[in-house]
């Protein structure tokens, strides 16, 4: 990150790249530069000293103002993470209690989030609002989010997709596998994408994130390469897909799901599949390409999944090549 101190000019100007695309990120305050490098920090985005040709992405971060006002008479939603939503045919906002992000459509798109009052620390809704800000950018290039753990099985290197809202049991899943030798490539976001005809999922978020005891408020935050023998994949092709939810039982049970049902499931963790109409078509071609490419089960995790080397035996006997 290059600071600059100079009072007119922005605080930080850094291009990073993922999947093969170049995202600008620019920041006017040093405080709010210093927030935002650490957030980056902590994802698979790879900063570059220059692409070599123009951003397609370009995020500027403001603090100290509200932000434009919304116009009026645009369609709007509540969204789960606590925000509102208002969309129109070239823009759309996401406003948060101290924040606004406003999407612009066009080339480069462009995204401005407005912070009202900089935190001292990274908080929810900072990490929040970036986040959003980066993945409804990298969704007009076919990069979409998807709110969920991978790994990779020993061996065939086939991919393994742990879907489920906090609380599910996905980074302890992911933590089991991957010491157990499965390479992992993220404990609660990936990115989809189209290669060569099929669907493929990459890391998001770098770190994890693990409750230390059942019913615990923090987590424990740590770089999984400093804790595993296995590795960090780069990308996997999903060949199964399991929707986690801890069902406070002893033995864990799976249950196969049809094409309609991982259809249905696919949809309701990917609310950005009908909120972001923009790119709603796509996202839904993508998630109907990737149901019909998985085998899908609902995973009803219990305790037993806690004992070491249970996980990876359990799913090894499931998921099977076909």
């Known amino acids: 990150m290059v600071v600059i101190q100079v009072f007119d000019r922005p605080a930080s100007r850094v291009f990073y790249t993922v999947a093969g695309r170049f995202l600008f990120v620019e920041t006017i305050d040093s405080r709010l530069a210093r927030l935002i490098e650490s957030l980056f920090a902590g994802w698979q985005l790879t900063p570059v000293a220059s692409p070599g040709r123009e951003a397609e ?93 991978a790994v990779a099985q020993p061996g065939s290197g086939s991919g393994v997709l742990i879907i489920g809202p906090s609380g599910s049991g996905k980074s302890t899943l992911t933590y089991q596998l991957a010491n157990a030798g499965w390479a992992y490539l993220s404990d609660d976001e990936v990115l989809l994408g189209m290669n060569d005809g099929a669907v493929e999922a990459r890391g998001f978020r770098s770190f994890f994130a693990m409750k230390e005891a059942a019913g615990a408020s923090l987590k424990h935050v740590f770089e999984p390469a400093d804790v595993f023998t296995s590795t960090r994949a780069s990308r996997v092709t999903p060949r199964w897909l399991l929707f986690s939810a801890i069902s406070g039982g002893k033995q864990t049970e799976l ?68």
């Not at 116009?71 to 045919?89: D, I």
């Not at 696919?266 to 950005?272: M, N, Q, T």
């Open 57 to 149: 992405i370009e995020i500027k971060f403001f603090c100290d103002e509200p932000g434009p006002d919304i116009p009026p008479g645009l369609n709007q939603f509540e969204v789960a993470e606590g925000g509102r939503c208002y969309t129109a045919a070239d823009a759309y906002y996401l406003q948060f209690d101290n924040s606004l992000m406003r999407l612009r459509h066009g080339a480069p798109v462009c995204v401005d989030v407005f912070v009202e009052q900089v935190p001292d620390t990274p908080d929810a809704e900072l990490a929040r609002v970036t986040s959003f800000a980066v993945c409804a950018a990298l969704r007009r290039f076919g990069l979409f989010d998807l709110h969920s753990a």
């Open 255 to 322: 249950r196969e799901l049809s094409q309609t049902e991982t259809m249905t499931r696919l949809i309701r963790a990917c609310p950005w599949a009908t909120y972001d109409a923009a790119i709603a078509g796509a996202n839904l071609e993508l998630l109907s390409r990737l149901a019909r490419q998985v085998t899908a089960f609902d995973l009803a995790a219990g305790s037993d999944l806690l004992e070491p080397g249970r996980a990876a035996e359990l799913f090894t006997s499931y998921l099977r090549q076909d």
